[in-house]
């Protein structure tokens, strides 16, 4: 289950909508979005509480694997969460190594020692919760394992009285961090679920819970079913949340718990704030540090993803075989190139990769550098415009390049682009720092020609200068593409490396 934001609380008397759907198969994987809604039948007022995305796997038979049938989507909504799927998926597989990663790499200080309203000392020990559940017959499903809801609810409830134990309180639940079921339990199985408050900051905190199983067997080991973390607040009358005391933690795992909910909680802010940043809003370029990477990564190829599948695009021209259309989106433009080349699709991803090779065939690429490697497939590029601001100066740019294989039949190849702001690479006075909004190529190929899609959308203070001259506009982006296939076409041998 990835992470769960409860944006709304729901009481006793309120009807629930539940709305679900297999948004994509994967070989014997999953992926199902849950949209839950609430109402009041009294006022009539409807509410979002949360969404949800559930990795499903389909349990083998006679040891055989078993392989799922791809889904059709038909819908524009349903080819975006069928694309963004494949996302979602590549940072589910990587979530573990990422959280390892960025905790090595965060701050181990005490937040808390430089907020102010610290209200008290809690020892974490006295916060333990530790409760026995048998799982019956009503708790499973047909073939006799535990419904994961059930187990998420018998977690909330140790959490919430461990929660309770510091702020002696009826605290809300916020956040369920993404957390994997490790293995099934059965009918007859006893569930032991211990919760403790890892640590408590300024008007947040965060319980750690931890499941095992073990049969009527005694000889049979326990089974560590599952471990999530839930962050909780506690409301005061006008529903705003209240200062809470600290948390002392123990010598040894209790120190270690302590910490890595400091860097866990960073890790969780820069996550939210990131995915959740629509295209509409300010800042457009997001600082970049080590901590947000992976999420940055999804939201430049996600924005990308989210242009591609829009359904309203306009034919504006076409000339000598290269396409132009067009979508009015709101106060945005975006522009949508198209050709058809005669190269190999990987070979044409392999080329169009290297951006300090853009120069060569896009006259509005002065110069581009990389600036830092921070993996196989995501880059940042310093890239000096041809295009001068109202200043006279020539406009630069910091780009992160997100680059995709596809994930199946079908799929495209992606080169995601947006801007970032790096803290080692500030404005200097030769340029005007510009911002790229949402940018990039989707690659597809299509026998034997293979089709080249470029994507461009444009903040409100550039529209009105590119809709001036739509027919000058439309022949610069022709020579432009007609210069790219020659470029693809000449370099097509030094196309083959990774």
């Known amino acids: 289950m990835d992470d769960i934001y409860l944006e709304h609380t729901i009481s006793v008397g309120h009807v629930v909508n539940l709305k679900t759907k297999v948004n994509r198969a994967f070989n014997s994987s999953m992926e199902v979005g849950i949209h839950v809604t609430s109402e009041d039948l009294c006022n009539g007022k409807e509410w979002k509480v949360c969404q949800a995305f559930a990795t499903f796997v389909a349990q083998p038979q006679d040891n055989k694997k078993v392989k799922l049938k791809p889904l059709t989507p038909l819908t524009e909504e349903e080819h975006l969460e069928h694309s963004i799927a494949a996302e979602r998926r590549r940072m589910r597989l990587v979530h573990t190594d990422n959280i390892k990663d960025l905790l090595t790499r965060s701050t181990q200080q005490d937040e808390r020692s430089r907020e102010g309203g610290v209200n008290g000392e809690v020892l974490a020990q006295k916060t333990h919760v530790e409760s026995v559940e048998l799982v019956l017959p009503p708790h499973a499903n047909h073939q006799g394992n535990t419904f994961g809801g059930q187990i998420m609810a018998w977690m909330e409830n140790v959490a919430t009285i461990a929660a309770s134990r510091l702020c002696h309180a009826h605290p809300t639940l916020k956040v369920i ?25 300024k008007d947040s905190m965060e319980v750690g819970v931890c499941v095992e199983a073990f049969c009527h067997d005694v000889s049979v080991p326990r089974r560590h079913i599952n471990s999530a973390f839930m962050t909780f607040v ?42 959740s940043l629509k295209q509409s809003e ?100 310093h890239v000096v415009s041809t295009v ?68 461009n959308q444009f903040t409100p203070g550039i529209v009105s200068q590119l809709t001036t001259n739509m027919t000058g506009l439309s022949s610069d982006f022709a020579s432009t593409y007609q210069a790219c296939e020659r470029f693809l076409i000449d370099n097509v041998k030094d196309s083959n490396q990774p």
């Not at 961090?177 to 679920?193: A, K, N």
């Not at 396409?323 to 044409?348: M, N, P």
């Not at 060569?360 to 497939?377: A, I, M, P, S």
């Open 177 to 201: 961090e993404m957390f994997h079921f490790r293995g099934p339990s059965q009918v007859g199985d006893r569930l032991i679920l211990k919760a403790i408050v890892n640590n408590a900051f």
């Open 234 to 275: 506690v409301l005061d009358e006008d529903n705003h949340p209240c200062i809470l005391s600290r948390i002392k933690p123990e010598p040894g795992d209790g120190e270690r718990r302590y910490r890595e909910a400091i860097a866990r909680r960073k890790i969780r802010l820069d996550r939210k704030y990131v995915i």
């Open 388 to 455: 001068r601001s109202a200043d006279g100066k020539l406009q630069d740019f910091i780009i992160l390049a997100s680059r995709r294989l596809p994930c199946d039949v079908g799929d495209p190849y992606v080169i995601a682009i947006r801007s970032v702001t790096l803290s080692t690479y500030p404005p200097c006075e030769e340029y005007t720092r510009g911002e790229t909004l949402c940018s990039g190529f989707c690659i597809w190929s299509q026998g034997p020609m293979t089709k080249i899609s470029y994507y």
């Open 282 to 381: 300010v800042p457009l370029s997001v600082p970049w540090d080590p901590c947000n990477q992976v999420y940055l990564s999804y939201n430049n190829v996600s924005a990308l993803k989210m242009l591609v599948s829009k359904a309203d695009w306009v034919l504006a021209a076409e000339i000598n075989k290269v396409r132009l259309y067009t979508l009015e989106d709101g106060s945005f433009l975006s522009f949508k190139v198209e050709i058809l080349v005669s190269i190999d699709a990987r070979q044409t991803f392999n080329l169009l990769s290297d951006l300090t090779r853009r120069s060569e065939w896009d006259h509005y690429y002065k110069q581009c550098r990389l600036l830092q490697q921070v993996n196989e497939d995501d880059a940042i590029y």
